[in-house]
């Protein structure tokens, strides 16, 4: 028997939270599917809901194979769902499909992408129509993220344009997501303003062509926002940071910026509607927003995440993103990697809290065949 190894998380009705590397017979493809060797597939930040859901990180041990943290009783009982349940983990990757259905024989040996839950595992079946094919020369290494970062930073801009902003702005916008976002700006002419909180990030963005780069660890930090808001007049803003006063500060500064150019004065702000956009949850603590309401009454704060955009733009518009950043995966879509693990590898406790981290440039790349 052919074996399949995968990564699974599961929460016991014990309160624990136990991953491991599992084994199941490998899948056989049905008529219309393929069976994928996945090569490449990344650690994201939207993984880590399922990888290390609601585990205490301070809790991490390693015990008889398994990597096991408590579960906070508190949240026990939103678990109920997914208790004793082995749930494999890995939202994309890509890979050589090895086998087919009748219906698919035309993707034999073909290196493809896909999205669609567990991924960190040796064998993947999936539908051939839900594969991006890749151009000829491509590597399953280059196309391991081709779905969550890439369609997040298009759907962006594509947002921008459906909700009548011209401008943008962009927090932890030194990760590989905020660098595709800078470069695909630079393409189709959208003014892009980028918020990080490093110096070496400030010098990485520059030297890739941004050319608004806001330090948010420096002093002048709203007037360096809101100088870049008058040039730009940005709206629209995506915070992946989810926490703390960042969303608030950007709104603020939004607001000077569109008091400069007031000709009269109203009590209730400008009206201009800003909007943030919360994508991420690198900060996990409350959403802050200044007590005097410094930035008017056209405003809003809301969630964004990237499989409702698609529905709502439908498959048309989906497959012209799809087709751009297959074309475009080794310029503007390429990322990059600090550390490549095998399954066993990345089941350490050392990796483990680095994903527990969440820090901009660490990005971790797992092939379950290596």
């Known amino acids: 028997m052919s074996i399949n190894k995968q990564i699974t998380s599961t929460v016991t009705d014990q309160g624990k939270l136990e991953i491991a590397i599992t084994e199941s017979k490998r899948p056989v493809p049905k008529d219309d599917e393929v069976l994928i060797q996945v090569e490449a597939t990344p650690i994201n930040p939207s993984d880590l809901g399922l990888l290390l859901g609601p585990g205490d990180i301070n809790t991490l041990e390693a015990k008889d194979s398994k990597i096991i943290m408590d579960v906070p009783k508190a949240i026990m009982g939103a678990m109920k769902p997914r208790l004793n349940k082995p749930m494999p983990v890995g939202n994309e990757g890509s890979g050589i499909v090895i086998q087919t259905g009748k219906n698919a024989q035309e993707l034999m040996g073909k290196v493809v992408?896909?999205?669609?839950?567990?991924?960190?595992?040796?064998y993947r079946c999936m539908p051939a129509a839900s594969c991006?094919?890749?151009?000829?020369?491509?590597?399953?290494?280059?196309?391991?993220?081709?779905?969550?970062?890439p369609l997040t930073a298009l759907a962006m801009v594509e947002t921008m344009k459906m909700e009548g902003h011209t401008a943008l702005i962009h927090t932890a916008a030194a990760s590989n997501l905020g660098q595709m976002l800078v470069k695909i700006c630079i393409d189709d002419g959208v003014q892009l303003i980028n918020?990080?909180?490093?110096?070496?990030?400030?010098?990485?963005?520059?030297?890739?062509?941004a050319k608004f780069v806001c330090n948010?660890?420096?002093?002048?930090?709203?007037?360096?926002?809101?100088?870049?808001?008058?040039?730009?007049?940005?709206?629209?803003?995506?915070?992946?940071?989810?926490?703390?006063?960042?969303?608030?500060?950007?709104?603020?500064?939004?607001?000077?910026?569109?008091?400069?150019?007031?000709?009269e004065y109203s009590p209730y702000g400008s009206t201009d509607h800003k909007q943030v956009y919360i994508y991420g949850a690198l900060n996990q603590s409350a959403i802050t927003l200044p007590n005097n309401r410094s930035f008017g009454m056209y405003w809003g704060i809301g969630g964004f995440l990237l499989t409702p955009f698609l529905g709502k733009v439908g498959f048309e518009k989906m497959g012209k993103m799809q087709a751009r950043v297959a074309n475009e995966?080794?310029?503007?879509?390429?990322?990059?990697?600090?550390?490549?693990?095998?399954?066993?590898?990345?089941?350490?406790?050392?990796?483990?809290?680095?994903?527990?981290?969440?820090?901009t440039g660490e990005k971790f790349l797992i092939n379950p065949n290596g």
């Open 113 to 122: 992408s896909v999205v669609g839950g567990g991924m960190y595992s040796q």
């Open 132 to 149: 991006l094919v890749m151009n000829e020369g491509t590597e399953p290494r280059d196309c391991a993220s081709s779905f969550v970062n």
């Open 195 to 209: 918020i990080v909180r490093k110096l070496e990030h400030v010098d990485l963005l520059k030297s890739i062509g």
């Open 216 to 263: 948010s660890s420096d002093n002048d930090f709203m007037e360096q926002l809101t100088s870049a808001i008058t040039e730009t007049k940005a709206t629209l803003a995506f915070d992946a940071t989810g926490g703390g006063e960042l969303a608030g500060k950007i709104l603020t500064c939004m607001e000077s910026a569109a008091r400069k150019n007031a000709t």
């Open 329 to 359: 995966i080794q310029t503007t879509f390429a990322s990059t990697y600090t550390q490549e693990v095998n399954l066993e590898e990345a089941l350490t406790i050392d990796s483990l809290m680095v994903y527990a981290k969440q820090a």
